[in-house]
């Protein structure tokens, strides 16, 4: 049931554009995305609730394709900020909060 | 802010002793996890619960326990540390409906020898 993300790991140079899918085999309820920066803990970064909705933050947004059952994230322009490893988190129930995530997007930004 | 904190950020332990990690967080939130991250493998949930006294089974509870007597504070035992759970862990709480986030301590580094 854990949903798979591509690619495990991305290098950009900045100002580049990436996209980061997560691919579930289980219907969703909603998909949430999460940042992890190394020696930190993983930050809140949006949910998509099923529907199909794109949201936005900063030049950071997602999309939720309900039907296919996969989330992107477009991380737009990209900054050095940006770099960390990206968790997407899926659940089935909404059950509050219960996720299962994925293995996680290796993302580095350079100057 | 919600603050999630976890009270050791490294530990080292043997095989076989009794471990607790604990977790307490400010926020009064009904809705507590304990999380295993390994490189490769992301998140996998251990165990949960959505009240206190209330504990439910995640994907990989084997040889682990949980107990949550107040409704800030989550503690996940291991009752025979085995080198195979040296890992990350993270405790996490957040709000009892379905499109909350989930707030993350900082995570404890044990390891087991």
């Known amino acids: 049931q854990q949903p798979v993300q591509s690619p495990q790991a991305v290098i950009l140079r900045e100002g580049e554009d990436a996209v980061i899918n997560c691919s579930s085999s289980?219907?969703?309820?909603?998909v949430h995305w999460y940042r992890q920066k190394h020696g930190e803990a993983p930050v809140f970064l949006m949910i998509?609730?099923?529907?199909?909705e794109q949201k936005g933050h900063d030049k950071i947004s997602a999309s939720f394709n309900e039907k296919k059952q996969q989330s992107s994230l477009y991380l737009t322009a990209s900054q050095l900020s940006y770099s960390g490893t990206y968790f997407c988190g899926t659940d089935f129930y909404n059950q509050g909060g219960k996720l299962i995530f994925g293995q996680g997007t290796e993302l580095s930004v350079k100057p | 802010d919600v603050k999630v904190t976890q009270s050791s950020r490294y530990l080292v332990k043997r095989t076989g002793e009794k471990v607790f990690l604990e977790c307490v967080q400010d926020?009064?939130?009904?809705?507590m996890f304990w999380y295993r991250q390994d490189p490769g493998l992301g998140l996998r949930l251990i165990y949960f619960s959505y009240d206190v006294k209330m504990k439910e089974k995640g994907d990989i509870p084997e040889g682990y326990s949980v107990s949550r007597e107040k409704k800030e504070r989550f503690s996940l035992i291991l009752e025979s540390a085995s080198t195979n759970q040296t890992s990350m862990y993270l405790c996490?709480?957040?709000?009892?409906?379905?499109?909350?986030?989930?707030?993350f301590g900082n995570g404890t580094r044990l390891t087991v020898t």
């Open positions: 289980k219907a969703l309820y909603s």
């Open positions: 996490a709480s957040s709000l009892p409906t379905g499109n909350s986030p989930l707030h």
């Open positions: 926020m009064d939130h009904e809705n």
């Open positions: 998509l609730l099923k529907g199909g």
